[in-house]
């Protein structure tokens, strides 16, 4: 019980509030529409994760290990190649991976050390995006996966989202809110194909694009109070 407290002691009334809307939210969205287990595994460990990490906390990436493992397995039916690729082959080395960095980049209270990006490095992200998304697309239509397009762009930007969020960049969250309103998209029409379970995916996707939005709040401020310390 002190644990769960400690974890707690710097969590305002209104983010505890929030992972606790989120967390009941996607467990009736799950009940109403009588899915399997398997589904409320998938979405809770999505939320968890996102929650979890805009909040800086390193237990939120074993939720995305977990996460990343259902989600691809969910995506083998559709198929989404795209999808399934970026979260067996990338994002789950990644969250391991951060998981180790984090820990070396805490301060004597646990808090992560985040930063934001320069004007340069901004510019440059955006270009390797463009890029990727056009040649991951031609590869996606060749293997004859559906909505190459879409698909490659929520990957691309995932790709490079996931390697941000790696290196502890504030502005990692802006381009989630990007891949989350795409997947959005990129989910409805899967469900307009006749894939009734998509739409607990439409839901989980809606619930994490509005947690990016607070999670670049939180890690701007986070980073600029690191920034503001290493000047004193």
Same mark, same amino acid.
């Given at each position: 019980?002190?644990?769960?407290?400690?974890?707690?002691?710097?969590?305002?009334?209104?983010?505890?509030?929030?992972?606790?809307?989120?967390?009941?939210?996607?467990?009736?969205?799950?009940?109403?529409?009588?899915?399997?287990?398997?589904?409320?595994?998938?979405?809770?460990?999505?939320?968890?994760?996102?929650?979890?990490?805009?909040?800086?906390?390193?237990?939120?990436?074993?939720?995305?290990?977990?996460?990343?493992?259902?989600?691809?397995?969910?995506?083998?039916?559709?198929?989404?190649?795209?999808?399934?690729?970026?979260?067996?082959?990338?994002?789950?080395?990644?969250?391991?991976?951060?998981?180790?960095?984090?820990?070396?980049?805490?301060?004597?209270?646990?808090?992560?050390?985040?930063?934001?990006?320069?004007?340069?490095?901004?510019?440059?992200?955006?270009?390797?995006?463009?890029?990727?998304?056009?040649?991951?697309?031609?590869?996606?239509?060749?293997?004859?996966?559906?909505?190459?397009?879409?698909? $490659?762009?929520?990957?691309?930007?995932?790709?490079?989202?996931?390697?941000?969020?790696?290196?502890?960049? $504030?502005?990692?969250?802006?381009?989630?809110?990007?891949?989350?309103?795409?997947?959005?998209?990129?989910?409805?029409?899967?469900?307009? $194909?006749?894939?009734?379970?998509?739409?607990?995916?439409?839901?989980?996707?809606?619930?994490?694009?509005?947690?990016?939005?607070?999670?670049?709040?939180?890690?701007?401020?986070?980073?600029?109070?690191?920034?503001?310390?290493?000047?004193?």
């Amino acid at each position: 019980m002190n644990r769960i407290k400690a974890f707690f002691k710097d969590w305002s009334t209104l983010e505890k509030a929030w992972l606790a809307f989120v967390l009941v939210f996607q467990t009736v969205a799950w009940a109403i529409q009588r899915e399997d287990l398997f589904m409320l595994v998938l979405t809770l460990s999505s939320s968890l994760n996102l929650v979890l990490g805009a909040k800086g906390k390193i237990a939120g990436l074993y939720f995305a290990i977990l996460n990343s493992l259902l989600y691809a397995i969910n995506c083998f039916s559709i198929p989404l190649y795209g999808e399934i690729m970026y979260n067996l082959l990338y994002s789950i080395p990644v969250s391991a991976t951060a998981i180790i960095l984090w820990k070396k980049n805490q301060s004597q209270t646990g808090e992560v050390k985040f930063r934001t990006m320069t004007t340069l490095f901004a510019l440059g992200t955006i270009g390797a995006t463009g890029m990727g998304t056009l040649a991951y697309a031609r590869i996606l239509a060749w293997m004859g996966g559906n909505f190459a397009w879409m698909d $490659s762009l929520t990957t691309v930007v995932s790709v490079i989202a996931s390697m941000l969020y790696l290196l502890r960049y $504030s502005e990692q969250w802006l381009m989630w809110v990007i891949v989350n309103a795409l997947s959005i998209v990129m989910w409805i029409l899967v469900f307009l $194909s006749g894939n009734t379970s998509a739409v607990l995916i439409i839901i989980m996707k809606s619930v994490n694009l509005c947690n990016a939005v607070y999670g670049y709040w939180n890690w701007k401020k986070i980073a600029d109070r690191v920034e503001n310390q290493a000047i004193l």
